[in-house]
């Protein structure tokens, strides 16, 4: 028997390592309650650090509640959603956009913005993957994962680092967003590791012959965008122009394994994911990732990973400080 050649663990493990981050500074905001920003959605990821007070951020997606922003959170948005930042959700807003093209040029990286009330010190940007990784690995996360610093090992030098950050802004010496910059780095290098690892080797790191091959590429593409769709050997084959027979063997030969458990795996990675960074309720996951119901994941997922859902999601709490956008009402 012809013997798979699928990724190990490790190999996922070196792709971890490697990931890095490019990011941009667009502002640094210094804000009096009551404020609001409108931030539209485009397709470039981003990111709000909140390095004093706190704040609140609603994505514009429909069945997302608002999630609560302290200081020393990070919150990204790797599908550059469109979204609401304010003091609280009854504050004004206005497009971040027009604001900034109100300020003088040389100021645009400082905003001072609403009122006379309690202060925030937010740093809002957005960034991209450095070169040389897989382009979806953006794609895998979702709409908004929040990093706490204070629950993980960044705590050992954020406030030292914090500080001279707060150095930096108060002298307004040249080179302050760049360093702000390369702190905003770490931090979503940090929080992509976290989220992803939680996934399936074989989901992120498929052989590259397999992605640029134009079937078998866009039959993974499917799968990915759409897990919970009743998919079938038949019904990709179909949708990627192939005889089921070549489909299935074409797909074998270039991923190391049959397409339905692919997609096994990839339903159950992503399951993985979502236990780890959302407060999704099992049975909206399993709807999500396409089981019939929350016990069908239930087992599927034990399986898989040696324990229940419930007990992987505490795990992952503890050990990560990672969470994401509560499910709406």
């Known amino acids: 028997m012809e013997q798979l050649t699928a990724p190990r663990a490790d190999e996922l493990s070196d792709l971890l390592k490697q990931i890095n981050v490019r990011s941009v500074v667009y502002c640094l905001s ?5 404020w609001g920003l409108r931030v539209d959605g485009s397709a470039t990821a981003k990111f709000h650090l909140v390095l004093e007070g706190r704040a609140t951020l609603t994505l514009d997606e429909p069945g997302t509640a608002p999630t609560e922003l302290a200081a020393g959170e990070l919150a990204l948005l790797p599908h550059g959603s469109g979204h609401l930042i304010q003091d609280d959700r009854g504050s004004p807003t206005r497009p971040l956009g ?11 990286e400082r905003l001072a913005y609403g009122g006379d009330g309690t202060r925030t010190l937010l740093l809002c940007g957005g960034f991209a993957l450095a070169s040389g990784l897989p382009e979806n690995l953006l794609s895998l996360l979702p709409p908004l994962l929040v990093l706490d610093t204070a629950s993980t090992r960044l705590s050992r030098w954020l406030e030292p680092t914090l500080a001279l950050l707060r150095n930096e802004i108060a002298s307004d010496a040249p080179g302050g967003s760049a360093m702000l910059a390369k702190l905003a780095d770490v ?9 992803l690892s939680s996934l399936d080797v074989l989901i992120i790191s498929v052989p590259s012959a397999a992605a640029d091959d134009p079937s078998v590429g866009a039959a993974l593409a499917l799968m990915r965008a759409q897990p ?6 038949a019904d990709l084959a179909r949708k990627v122009g192939l005889s089921r027979t070549a489909f299935a063997a074409r797909f074998r030969d270039l991923v190391g394994e ?3 458990s692919y997609l096994a795996r990839l339903r159950l990675g992503y399951a993985a994911g979502y236990l780890s960074a959302t407060d999704k309720t099992v049975r909206e996951i399993a709807r999500m990732v396409g089981y019939e119901s929350e016990a069908s994941l239930s087992k599927a997922f034990r399986r898989r ?16 400080g990672v969470r994401a956008a509560p499910a709406g009402p």
């Open 187 to 195: 931090f979503l290098a940090e929080i992509a590791r976290r989220y």
């Open 98 to 108: 027009d604001i900034l093209a109100e300020q003088p040029s040389r100021v645009a």
């Open 30 to 34: 210094d804000l009096g309650a009551p």
């Open 228 to 233: 919970d769709a009743p998919w079938t050997v």
């Open 258 to 260: 049959p397409p339905m």
């Open 305 to 320: 990973f040696g324990r229940p859902p419930g007990e992987y999601r505490r795990q992952q709490a503890a050990a990560h």
